[in-house]
């Protein structure tokens, strides 16, 4: 099995996407179960992969496949797992399977939807392991296609505008993604054993471009490649001022969607930066370094800031992951070992306080259909176990000590503060507005006297107490026990750092 446990993982919901349309119509309950069977054996494999497949002290890729796709071009079907990708990989297969779990309540063309929530894990766990650039643009664009018209067709009352701003961002992105990967195939022709998509090759081939390489109206290749991809991946971040699509998308998302977007499509352009941005022009991150780690505390301040003014429960969520997002910038300008870690721990810390803060929201939706934060009150008496779960995730966004964001941000802002000490005391500032707009989210939903029209809620059910719990959990354990997560991520961390570190010490000196 472990010959082909990659594939498994990504296209076993492709199988299940194409069960849930041969199933007859009106097979609601049986749609639902197809998903979560499908999603759940992505999961189990992942599981095993992540706890007892995985060598934490072998070097280099694990669990490679690689084998010819389009001979003439030289493109691969080559898939493997590193530490950066492996922890990515197991919080997608979970979040997937909880969104599952999380859409139960879907009345609207179910086999539709179901459909494509599973041809969106395809997307999302083939580019985490595609080592062939071409195969990582292809599952990229897949994921582009299901999330429009997951939004545009149940999201709110104004699906339709979000899911085409989505949709345009992602697009301009993804064109400056595409003409980057043709030029790095096109110069790699020139070295080597011909043009190749094979992103590990690039890796090695990028110091010899950067010492050989000319210039093209007045800039050098790598310069260009570093920003075409950089705004590609800044898109998705999203980084500021490209972040105006997501509150958008995630105020008209279904719930279970907005828990996958913040969860795991906003670790994509993340993940592509440390994968290709970073390493394919070393020379150009390296001195746009402090560019990216003032954008970082844009990010941090500004969204933590707007997040401040907030009425609607879900914008000021949506708000706190472009701040959050930012942490993940300033740690990797300053490329340190500290800030590389804690950047690459906060796509993951982050990925399971923002499923679960979105999962929250959902909770309150369903019974008041409403998420205005003033018109709340009291909740605390009618549902207290929910009170105790919302508290867990809130205190893991806002970095309480204890919580899995807590060690992410530390870990963060100690590499950066080696490197840019005056933008990680200026970043402070957001640290203490998340914890204000967060705090008195709790206080408006849950304390004060209850309104009599809220008086009939119950408290969250099983359904919904099996979604958010498994999140409840890593935000403790994983700040109990961050080891968990950094020990996987330890020597792939390393390699990248010190393959890096000569450009950086270039522009230092």
Same mark, same amino acid.
């Given at each position: 099995?472990? =010959?082909?446990?990659?594939?498994?993982?990504?296209?076993?919901?492709?199988?299940?996407?194409?069960?849930?349309?041969?199933?007859?119509?009106?097979?609601?309950?049986?749609?639902?179960?197809?998903?979560?069977?499908? &999603?759940?054996?992505? %999961?189990?494999?992942?599981?095993?992969?992540?706890?007892? *497949?995985?060598?934490?002290? $072998?070097?280099?890729?694990?669990?490679?496949?690689?084998?010819?796709? #389009?001979?003439?071009?030289?493109?691969?079907?080559? +898939?493997?797992? =590193?530490?950066?990708?492996?922890?990515?990989? @197991?919080?997608?297969?979970?979040?997937?399977?909880?969104?599952?779990?999380?859409?139960?309540?879907?009345?609207?063309?179910?086999?539709?939807?179901?459909?494509?929530?599973?041809?969106?894990?395809?997307?999302?766990?083939?580019?985490?392991?595609?080592?062939?650039?071409?195969?990582?643009?292809?599952?990229?664009?897949?994921?582009?296609?299901?999330?429009?018209?997951?939004?545009? #067709?149940?999201?709110?009352?104004?699906?339709?505008?979000?899911?085409?701003?989505?949709?345009?961002?992602?697009?301009?992105?993804?064109?400056?993604?595409?003409?980057?990967?043709?030029? %790095?195939?096109?110069?790699?022709?020139?070295?080597?054993?011909?043009? &190749?998509?094979?992103?590990?090759?690039?890796?090695?081939?990028?110091?010899? @471009?950067?010492?050989?390489?000319?210039?093209?109206?007045?800039?050098?290749?790598?310069?260009?490649?570093?920003?075409?991809?950089?705004?590609?991946?800044?898109?998705?971040?999203?980084?500021?001022?490209?972040? &105006?699509?997501?509150?958008?998308?995630?105020?008209?998302?279904?719930?279970?969607?907005?828990?996958?977007? $913040?969860?795991?499509?906003?670790?994509?352009?993340?993940?592509?930066?440390?994968?290709?941005?970073?390493?394919?022009?070393?020379?150009?991150?390296?001195?746009?370094?402090?560019?990216?780690? #003032?954008?970082? &505390?844009?990010?941090?301040?500004?969204?933590?800031?707007?997040?401040?003014?907030?009425?609607?429960?879900?914008?000021?969520?949506?708000?706190?992951?472009?701040?959050?997002? *930012?942490?993940? %910038?300033?740690?990797?300008?300053?490329?340190?070992?500290?800030?590389?870690?804690?950047?690459?721990?906060?796509?993951?810390?982050?990925?399971?306080?923002?499923?679960?803060?979105?999962?929250?929201?959902?909770?309150?939706?369903?019974?008041?259909?409403?998420?205005?934060?003033?018109?709340?009150?009291?909740?605390?008496?009618?549902?207290?176990?929910?009170?105790?779960?919302?508290?867990?995730?809130?205190?893991?966004?806002?970095?309480?000590?204890?919580?899995?964001?807590?060690?992410?941000?530390?870990?963060?802002? +100690?590499?950066?503060?080696?490197?840019?000490?005056?933008?990680?005391?200026?970043?402070?500032?957001?640290?203490?507005?998340?914890?204000?707009?967060?705090?008195?989210?709790?206080?408006?939903?849950?304390?004060?006297?209850?309104?009599?029209?809220?008086?009939?809620?119950?408290?969250?059910?099983?359904?919904?107490?099996?979604?958010?719990?498994?999140?409840?959990?890593?935000?403790?354990?994983?700040?109990?026990?961050?080891?968990?997560?950094?020990?996987?991520?330890?020597? $792939? #961390?390393?390699?990248?750092?010190?393959?890096?570190?000569?450009?950086?010490?270039?522009?230092?000196?």
């Amino acid at each position: 099995m472990s =010959d082909y446990l990659l594939t498994l993982i990504t296209f076993l919901p492709l199988v299940g996407s194409v069960a849930v349309l041969l199933l007859p119509k009106g097979a609601d309950n049986a749609v639902r179960w197809t998903a979560a069977v499908f &999603t759940g054996a992505a %999961l189990a494999l992942s599981t095993w992969l992540y706890f007892v *497949g995985f060598d934490d002290g $072998a070097t280099g890729m694990q669990f490679v496949e690689q084998r010819s796709w #389009i001979p003439a071009f030289n493109i691969e079907y080559f +898939l493997g797992v =590193d530490g950066i990708s492996l922890p990515l990989i @197991w919080l997608s297969a979970l979040i997937h399977f909880v969104a599952v779990f999380a859409s139960w309540g879907i009345r609207k063309s179910v086999k539709g939807y179901f459909a494509l929530l599973l041809l969106l894990e395809v997307g999302v766990n083939g580019v985490f392991c595609a080592l062939d650039f071409f195969l990582f643009y292809v599952f990229w664009e897949i994921m582009l296609l299901p999330m429009y018209f997951l939004i545009g #067709i149940w999201g709110g009352p104004r699906r339709e505008y979000a899911a085409i701003k989505f949709f345009l961002y992602t697009l301009a992105g993804s064109v400056l993604m595409l003409v980057a990967m043709v030029a %790095l195939y096109l110069m790699s022709g020139n070295y080597g054993d011909g043009a &190749t998509f094979n992103i590990l090759t690039m890796h090695e081939l990028a110091g010899q @471009w950067v010492a050989d390489q000319g210039t093209f109206l007045g800039m050098r290749f790598t310069t260009w490649i570093f920003w075409f991809l950089f705004v590609g991946f800044a898109v998705k971040i999203p980084v500021f001022p490209f972040h &105006t699509w997501l509150p958008d998308a995630h105020v008209e998302a279904p719930t279970p969607i907005s828990v996958i977007l $913040a969860g795991i499509l906003l670790k994509l352009g993340s993940y592509g930066m440390l994968r290709i941005n970073f390493p394919l022009a070393p020379d150009a991150f390296a001195q746009a370094a402090d560019f990216l780690a #003032i954008l970082g &505390t844009i990010n941090i301040v500004y969204g933590a800031y707007v997040a401040m003014g907030q009425t609607d429960f879900k914008r000021v969520v949506a708000y706190s992951s472009v701040s959050h997002m *930012g942490y993940f %910038l300033l740690g990797s300008a300053a490329w340190t070992i500290e800030g590389i870690n804690g950047a690459s721990l906060q796509l993951f810390t982050h990925g399971t306080s923002s499923a679960m803060l979105f999962l929250i929201v959902g909770v309150v939706y369903d019974r008041a259909h409403h998420r205005n934060l003033n018109d709340f009150g009291g909740l605390a008496q009618r549902m207290p176990f929910y009170l105790g779960l919302s508290t867990i995730g809130i205190f893991a966004g806002l970095g309480l000590p204890g919580m899995s964001g807590f060690i992410s941000e530390a870990l963060t802002l +100690l590499g950066a503060y080696q490197v840019y000490p005056v933008l990680v005391i200026i970043s402070t500032l957001g640290i203490l507005m998340t914890a204000a707009f967060l705090l008195y989210a709790l206080q408006r939903v849950f304390l004060g006297p209850l309104p009599e029209k809220y008086s009939g809620f119950q408290d969250i059910n099983g359904r919904e107490a099996f979604c958010m719990i498994p999140f409840a959990a890593l935000c403790i354990l994983v700040g109990v026990l961050p080891s968990l997560v950094l020990d996987k991520m330890a020597l $792939a #961390i390393e390699a990248l750092q010190n393959d890096l570190a000569p450009f950086f010490q270039a522009v230092a000196g």
